[in-house]
C-alpha cells in the first residue's frame, strides 16, 4: 500500500499545459486513494506566465509546491532539484506537457505492489515526427552496445520509485546529469510498463535536436569507458608518433651537422689546391 506521494513535474514555458496536468494529475491521485500527496512544479526559468499560474494553483492547494529556479538549469537538472525537495514514501518524475500520461502512474503504483522498488514507463509508440523517432531509435541501439550497465530501451524519465532509490540518487554527486541512467545504476528490484507516449498536450516543445543529442554524448561519458578508452589510445598512438618524429629530427641534425662540417673541409681543400696552381 502506498500512503504518500510526491510527484515532480518539470516546467518551462509550460503556460497552456499547467492546468490540465494539474486537473488530470489529481484526478488519478483520487483514484490511487493515497492519504498524502504533493506535486512539486519546478519552474524552470520560464519566459511564459508559468509561474503565476503555478502560484495561483499553490494558493488553492497547498499540496502543490513550486519550486523556482534562477534560470533555466535543463530539465535533467530540474528533475534533480525536485527529487532532493521530495518528502513522500514514493516519488514519481512526470512531464509537464502531457506526453506522459498522469493515468499511467496507476499502473505503476500495481507494480510497486508487487515489491518493485523502481518502475518505469516504457514507450512502445510515441507521436513524433519521423526524424525523432529515428534518432531517438538510433540512440537507444548504440547506447545498448555501448553502456557498461543495462539501461531499457525506450525507457524514459517517467517513472515511480522508492525512497531509497531516490536518497541513493541524492547521494550521487554527478554534474552531467542522465537520470534513467543513473535510475538504473543504482540497482534494486526494477521492472517497465509500456504506455503509448501522446503528443503534446498543447504548444511547441522545449526539447531541441542540440539538447538531445546534449544529452545523449552525457549518457555515453557517463555510462562508457569507451570514450576514455578512446582516448586513452590516442593519446597514447600520437606520444608513439611524437617520439618517433623526435627521434628522427635529432638523426636528421645529426646528419645535416656531418655534411656541413664535410662541405666545408672540401671547400678548404679546393681553396687551397687553387692557390697552389698558381
Known amino acids: 500500500m502506498i500512503d504518500s506521494i ?6 518551462y514555458n509550460e503556460s497552456q499545459n499547467i492546468s490540465e496536468v494539474y486537473r488530470r494529475t489529481v484526478e488519478v491521485i483520487k483514484k490511487i486513494g493515497v492519504k498524502k500527496y504533493e506535486l512539486i512544479f519546478v519552474e524552470n526559468g520560464s519566459k511564459d506566465n508559468s509561474l503565476e499560474l503555478l502560484k495561483k494553483i499553490n494558493s488553492e492547494n497547498k499540496s502543490v509546491k513550486v519550486i523556482s529556479l534562477s534560470r533555466n538549469f535543463g530539465y535533467q ?12 514514501d514514493y516519488v514519481c518524475v512526470m512531464d509537464g506537457d502531457l506526453q506522459d500520461p498522469p493515468e499511467i502512474i496507476s499502473k505503476f503504483v500495481d507494480k510497486i505492489k508487487e515489491g518493485y522498488d523502481v518502475v518505469y514507463g516504457i514507450r512502445s509508440k510515441r507521436k513524433t515526427n519521423f526524424l525523432n523517432k529515428i534518432f531517438y531509435n538510433l540512440f537507444y541501439e548504440i547506447y545498448s552496445k555501448l553502456s557498461e550497465i543495462d539501461v531499457p530501451k525506450k525507457g524514459g524519465d517517467f517513472c515511480l520509485m522508492s525512497k531509497k532509490i531516490v536518497k541513493s540518487l541524492n547521494s550521487l554527486s554527478e554534474k552531467n546529469l542522465f537520470m534513467r541512467g543513473l535510475r538504473s545504476w543504482v540497482g534494486f528490484k ?35 569507458l569507451i570514450p576514455l578508452r ?4 590516442t593519446g597514447t598512438v600520437i606520444s608513439f608518433l611524437s617520439f618517433l618524429f623526435f627521434l628522427f ?9 656531418i ?17 697552389l696552381s698558381l
Open 249 to 257: 629530427s635529432c638523426v636528421l641534425s645529426r646528419l645535416l651537422l
Open 6 to 11: 510526491s510527484i515532480v513535474i518539470p516546467s
Open 77 to 88: 537538472s530540474a528533475i534533480a532539484v525536485g527529487l532532493k525537495y521530495s518528502e513522500n
Open 190 to 224: 526494477q521492472t517497465g510498463v509500456e504506455y503509448e507516449r501522446d503528443a503534446r498536450y498543447a504548444g511547441k516543445t522545449n526539447f531541441s535536436f542540440f539538447g538531445a543529442t546534449a544529452l545523449a554524448l552525457d549518457g555515453f561519458v557517463s555510462f562508457s
Open 259 to 275: 655534411s656541413v662540417k664535410n662541405e666545408s673541409i672540401i671547400s678548404k681543400i679546393l681553396f687551397v689546391l687553387s692557390i
Open 230 to 233: 578512446f582516448i586513452l589510445i
